[in-house]
């Protein structure tokens, strides 16, 4: 993938200088997603793997010295758990009860509420806001303890008419694990490029 990434960027700067020209930019023009494939090439903001699991390490390591240091404080960290934000100024929130599912764009709110009540733990929001990583636990049919399940959902967004609010809807789910009630993990975190994850216990 890294080979075609040189002659992408030079076709965007001839791009952006021939619209410069024409007093007319297209790349305002192009839909969110086709921009965020593009931005997928750009080397800017990569992160190399061994990058990735210190950045992740040390974040994991201050949320740890915060719930030690405010361990007094009941809300504390399901708050700190069930929240998320990225680089984009996103964040997302989400209820431990399955109730709601709520992402915040700016001054937009876009909600969804068709989750299944589980035990939600931990949550993590992709770069570019289109996926959010779940780590929860739920009875499944037949299974006398909770089910730990790791997913991603691809999510998207929807203006409704007249409304402040808008509407958020799940596009694809998958499942990246299924394991017993005995695993845990207490962070996950998406890398810069939005093509990793990372779940630490």
């Not at 007093?23 to 921009?35: A, S």
């Not at 975190?189 to 939005?194: D, E, I, L, T, Y």
Request: some cysteine.
């Amino acid at each position: 993938m890294k080979k075609y990434r040189a002659p992408l960027a030079l076709f965007l700067c001839v791009f952006c200088h021939a619209t410069a020209m024409e007093k007319v930019c297209y790349l305002n023009r192009m839909p969110r997603d086709i921009l965020d494939y593009i931005a997928i090439f750009l080397t800017c903001d990569d992160e190399t793997e061994e990058q990735f699991i210190a950045r992740t390490f040390a974040e994991k390591q201050k949320k740890d010295d915060y719930y030690y240091e405010n361990a007094h404080h009941e809300v504390c960290m399901p708050n700190l758990c069930l929240a998320a934000k990225n680089k984009k100024k996103q964040r997302i929130s989400l209820k431990e009860d399955g109730a709601r599912l709520a992402l915040f764009d700016g001054s937009k709110v876009y909600e969804y509420k068709g989750l299944a009540k589980s035990g939600y733990e931990c949550c993590a929001l992709s770069p570019s806001g289109t996926m959010i990583a779940i780590f929860h636990r739920q009875f499944l049919p037949g299974e006398k303890y909770k089910t730990a399940i790791l997913e991603i959902l691809k999510m998207g967004t929807e203006d409704i008419p007249e409304q402040e609010n808008g509407n958020l809807i799940v596009e694809k789910r998958r499942k990246l694990l299924r394991r017993n009630y005995k695993t845990s993990f207490n962070d996950i975190a998406f890398n810069k490029q939005g093509q990793h994850l990372i779940a630490w216990n």
